[in-house]
C-alpha cells in the first residue's frame, strides 16, 4: 500500500532563506504525488503535482519539487523564503488502485522568521 | 466560477446532539471525500464517495454518516455516538482519474459545548 512520510513536522527559516520540506513515498508502482498548502482555518490548496512527466514540477508561488524515483523523494523547495509562506504543507500520493483516494502526510508547519 | 463549497464555517453542538455539516460543489466531480483534522494529526478520511447513491467507509468513520443522493451535494452528519467530535472537519472533490488531485473546500470547525 502506498504511504507518505514528512520528514520534520515544524520547520523555520529566516526571511529570504531556502525552504526545503522532505517528502518521502512508498508505492509499489509509479506514483502521482502532490503538495498542498493550507493556511490557518482554510482549506488546502494544491501547489504543484507529479504526474509522471518532467520530474521537476514547479508550481505556485515559486514553489517547486523534484521527483527523485531512486531515493523515492518529492522534497519541496523554494529558493528564498517570504512571510506569507508561513502555513502547514501536506505531501499527497495517489493510492493507484481503483478508486482517487489521496494518501496524506502528517504536513510540516512552516514558520518563517524575519 | 466554480468550486466547493462548506457549511457552516463553525459550528457549536451540545453533547448528545446529532449535527450535518454540508458540502456541496459546483465542479461537476464525481468523487467526493470528508476529511478530519486535528492537531499534529494530519487529515483522516472519514468517508468517501466514487458515484451517486453510493459510499463507503474511511479509517475513521465511526459516529460519522453520510449521503450521496445528488452528484453536488455530500453532507456529513456527526452523530452523538461520536465521543470526540470536536475538530476541523474538510470536504473534498475530484474528477476521475488519480492525477486529478482533489479540490477542498475552506472547512468547518465543530466545537462541543
Not at chain 1, 523523494?73 to 478508486?99: Q, R
Amino acid at each position: 500500500a502506498q504511504s507518505v512520510t514528512q520528514l520534520g513536522s515544524h520547520v523555520s527559516v529566516s526571511e529570504g532563506a531556502l525552504v526545503l520540506l522532505r517528502c518521502n513515498y512508498s508505492s509499489s508502482v509509479p506514483p502521482y504525488l502532490f503538495w498542498y498548502v493550507q493556511y490557518p482555518n482554510q482549506g488546502l490548496q494544491l501547489l504543484l503535482k507529479y504526474t509522471s512527466a518532467a520530474t521537476l514540477v514547479k508550481g505556485i508561488n515559486g514553489f517547486e519539487a523534484e521527483f527523485k524515483k531512486s531515493e523515492t523523494s518529492f522534497h519541496l523547495t523554494k529558493p528564498s523564503a517570504h512571510m506569507s509562506d508561513a502555513a502547514e504543507y501536506f505531501c499527497a500520493v495517489s493510492d493507484n488502485g481503483a478508486t482517487n483516494k489521496l494518501i496524506f502526510g502528517t504536513g510540516t508547519l512552516l514558520a518563517v522568521q524575519p | 466560477d466554480g468550486g466547493i463549497t462548506q457549511s457552516p464555517k463553525y459550528l457549536f453542538r451540545k453533547e448528545g446532539q446529532n449535527v450535518t455539516l454540508s458540502c456541496e460543489q459546483n465542479l461537476n466531480h464525481d468523487a467526493m471525500y470528508w476529511y478530519r483534522q486535528d492537531p499534529g494529526q494530519g487529515l483522516r478520511l472519514i468517508y468517501y464517495s466514487q458515484i451517486v447513491n453510493d459510499f463507503q467507509k474511511g479509517d475513521i468513520a465511526e459516529g460519522y454518516s453520510v449521503s450521496r443522493e445528488k452528484k453536488e451535494s455530500f453532507p456529513l452528519t456527526v452523530t452523538s455516538a461520536q465521543k470526540n467530535p470536536t475538530a476541523f472537519y474538510l470536504c473534498a472533490s475530484s474528477s476521475t482519474g488519480t492525477a486529478s488531485g482533489y479540490t477542498f473546500g475552506s472547512g468547518t470547525r465543530l466545537t462541543v459545548v
